[in-house]
């Protein structure tokens, strides 16, 4: 079927990855030969040239984030590219399943894979870029403005009839709603809407689309390429009338021969560039995104902060947190609506974290009371190793600051977990949620605050979740969040409605 086999498939994670999209190696199944659905094991085709490479592409095919289509966009990517040179690395990743960071995280693995791979292909100082399409035009688009570090930040980046925006007057719904799910939250439509993030430091860009496109609204790319000129982003667009969607690197049409002329000479000419001026360019670049970035998430809820004060909303609770908040409030937007509840849930998140942005997300609010739920991500160390006792510190430190301000705090056990899947070198995890656990009751009886106990409740014999409340052993189904919501209800002595 193909001109090309691969070299070689490189394994995301060898070793199991980080986190889950609550897909399992036996779920993956194949249709028409190149559409792949629930992936769990994200992996990269690599095809090589026979020559010293020119540079290095990564080809993130699209699907709607329903599924990979490896074939026009993917193994077809690299019978064009290959014979001109360059090494053509498709990659097949996960699908969001409800975890939007997912994709996002394979495509930054993928990443550093490759700039590690670089000196082993021979080429150590090669140029890494990024084409997309469609929906995987949003992917490569969220890498090249998401990126974490200079290793991850792509040299360039392609983006091909791509979905850019999750604004709901030009996102392709589809796509929205396989990654953010039926109802997302302003929040997550500015996060994921890859025109909002770009910023000078956003690398040079080649955009191309078809007016007659009958899928994903060429307002997208319009839209990406107007903030790109307006952050000084060298880039380029091209519109060409007819074409529609989907043709990848195999279907021809007028214009074709054009497109792909313009995308060979935007690869070169972005490989050519001196490499060492490159890497210094890059590295000063993060250095002063390093300095300038919300470390601490202030910018996420900023907006929904503003406009609870503006109304002079009355918040009778604000749920905070981490992903385990954050989930609760978007799976169970009418549990929270109708109790007066907010949630300031932020994924990955640690008490330190939680601390620091407790002025902005809670007091700022003024609600009568803050329901504290945090521990996991600091017993999981995502920032670094702390100490229990450290993480009992500041969680005194944001009942000290409620209690200041007149807010009465709420303090949550930390939810049964028996590992964490994207560090497995915490191996004594139940061990610690539990001590934590024995601390915070503790605190909150001496100092008559309120404790609600989720753990007993939903604990199995091994200090896991029970069965069938979470399909990554961390995260709640909508199944635990049934048995969280009575007892917090019952501490809070609401009705339920």
């Known amino acids: 079927m193909y001109a090309l086999t691969p070299a070689q498939t490189v394994w995301l994670y060898p070793d199991g990855a980080p986190d889950s999209n609550g897909y399992t190696a036996a779920d993956e199944y194949v249709k028409n030969e190149t559409k792949i659905y629930q992936i769990a094991e994200p992996r990269l085709d690599i095809y090589q040239p026979d020559s010293t490479p020119k540079g290095i592409l990564l080809s993130i095919p699209g699907g ?58 021979k080429t150590p100082d090669a140029t890494i870029g990024v084409i997309g399409f469609s929906a995987g035009g949003h992917l490569a688009a969220s890498l090249l403005t998401h990126y974490t570090d200079s290793v991850t930040r792509p040299d360039f980046g392609i983006l091909v009839y791509p979905v850019i925006s999750m604004d709901s007057t030009i996102t392709h719904a589809g796509s929205c709603k396989q990654l953010l799910g039926p109802q997302p939250t302003e929040e997550q439509r500015l996060l994921w809407s890859a025109e909002k993030q770009v910023t000078p430091q956003t690398p040079p860009c080649l955009i191309v689309a078809c007016q007659d496109d009958p899928t994903v609204k060429i307002e997208n790319s319009i839209r990406f390429y107007q903030a790109l000129t307006a952050n000084n982003v060298p880039s380029s667009l091209l519109i060409v009338p007819l074409g529609k969607h989907g043709w990848g690197f195999s279907r021809q049409f007028q214009d074709r021969d054009h497109i792909d002329k313009l995308i060979s000479a935007f690869i070169a000419t972005s490989c050519k560039e001196d490499y060492q001026s490159m890497h210094i360019r890059k590295e000063t670049l993060f250095d002063r995104n390093k300095r ?33 908040t954050y989930n609760w409030a978007k799976m169970r937007p009418e549990f929270f609506h109708s109790h007066g509840f907010v949630g300031r849930g932020i994924s990955g998140q640690t008490s330190s974290e939680m601390l620091v942005r407790f002025r902005q997300d809670v007091i700022e609010l003024h609600p009568k009371n803050v329901v504290i739920l945090c521990g996991t991500n600091d017993i999981a ?22 209690k200041a301000n007149k807010i009465r705090p709420v303090l949550c056990s930390v939810l049964p977990a028996r590992s964490f899947r994207w560090n497995p070198f915490v191996v004594d995890a139940p061990q610690q949620i539990q001590a934590l656990n024995e601390m915070i009751k503790a605190y909150a009886a001496k100092n008559k605050i309120l404790y609600v106990d989720y753990y007993s409740a939903m604990v199995d014999t091994d200090g896991g979740l029970k069965k069938g409340l979470s399909k990554d052993e961390v995260h709640p189904l909508e199944a635990g969040y049934a048995i969280m919501e009575p007892i917090i209800l019952k501490t809070l002595k609401i009705q339920n409605k």
């Open 64 to 121: 709607g984030y329903s599924f990979v289509s490896s074939g026009n966009e993917g193994v077809k990517v690299a019978e064009y590219f290959v014979p001109q040179g360059y090494i053509v690395a498709v990659l097949k990743y996960r699908l969001p399943n409800n975890h939007e960071y997912i994709p996002l995280h394979d495509a930054l693995q993928s990443i550093r894979i490759l700039r590690d791979s670089a000196e082993v292909w």
């Open 292 to 324: 300038t970035r919300d470390w601490a998430k202030f910018r996420r809820y900023a907006d929904s902060n503003a406009e609870l004060v503006t109304n002079k909303t009355k918040v009778n609770a604000v749920f905070y947190g981490n992903s385990i």
């Open 381 to 402: 160390q995502n920032n670094g190793t702390i100490s229990l006792e450290n993480t009992m510190g500041n969680i005194i430190s944001m009942c000290e600051l409620a």
